[in-house]
Antibody, heavy 123, light 110 residues
Framework: EVQLLESGGGLVQPGGSLRLSCAAS????????MSWVRQAPGKGLEWVSA????????YYADSVKGRFTISRDNSKSTLFLQMNSLRAEDTAVYYC????????????????WGQGTTVTVSS | QSALTQPASVSGSPGQSITISCTGT?????????VSWYQHHPGKAPKLMIYDVSSRPSGLSNRFSGSKSGNTASLTISGLQPEDEADYYC??????????FGGGTKLTVL
């Protein structure tokens, strides 16, 4: 069964750091681009970042550029999101998603999603 | 990057058809055939309904269809069913190699 499982969320103070993980199973992880998408309380979905299958290309929303870093370990079928200098507005449920095609660079649509992990930034 | 524009809410009765619009610019919706639509029930994972403007994932009901004209994409749901009640989001690839979502539309099945 194709599956994504996020972990690493929690409560962190403003200015702090957190590292999210997304464990993949049931498919050839390295063949797919992956993304992070978040949803703040009472708000809509917001794309955060994407990474190519090899990890050689990364893409970021302006709201997180310079603070967040996306990476992947294809040997462990795991996607990461390192979040630094966290702000209250980063409070959200964070989802990882798999690109729709078995194409290293296709991150334009996501057909497999995890259940999300909650990040709360508050003092 | 501003969010794509969607109506906040739409409604319809069972069996009817509804259309949700998604308006962007030449730099996103109008510039690429990479518009997607997602169904999202609160507390659950989003579900891909349409990709590449009008393609349906394998196994998805053909009651769902997508189209695009200029800078506006549309999702049409025909034969509305109670289980279609959810939030719907469009997204598009942009010239800045980012993705942008719409603000979301709450569909109510009366």
């Amino acid at each position: 069964e194709v599956q994504l499982l996020e972990s690493g969320g929690g409560l962190v103070q403003p200015g702090g750091s957190l590292r999210l993980s997304c464990a993949a199973s049931g498919f050839t992880f390295s063949s797919y681009a992956m993304s992070w998408v978040r949803q703040a309380p009472g708000k809509g979905l917001e794309w955060v970042s994407a990474i190519s299958g090899s990890g050689g290309s990364t893409y970021y929303a302006d709201s997180v550029k310079g603070r967040f870093t996306i990476s992947r370990d294809n040997s462990k079928s795991t996607l990461f999101l390192q979040m630094n200098s966290l702000r209250a507005e980063d409070t959200a449920v964070y989802y990882c998603g798999r690109g729709n095609y078995e194409n290293y660079y296709y991150y334009y649509a996501m057909n497999v999603w995890g259940q999300g992990t909650t990040v709360t930034v508050s003092s | 990057q501003s969010a794509l524009t969607q109506p906040a809410s739409v409604s319809g009765s069972p069996g009817q058809s509804i259309t949700i619009s998604c308006t962007g610019t030449n730099s996103d919706v109008g510039g690429y055939n990479y518009v997607s639509w997602y169904q999202h029930h609160p507390g659950k994972a989003p579900k891909l309904m349409i990709y590449d403007v009008s393609s349906r994932p394998s196994g998805l009901s053909n009651r769902f269809s997508g189209s695009k004209s200029g800078n506006t994409a549309s999702l049409t749901i025909s034969g509305l069913q109670p289980e279609d009640e959810a939030d719907y989001y469009c997204s598009s690839y942009t010239t800045r190699t980012t993705l942008v979502f719409g603000g979301g539309t709450k569909l109510t099945v009366l």
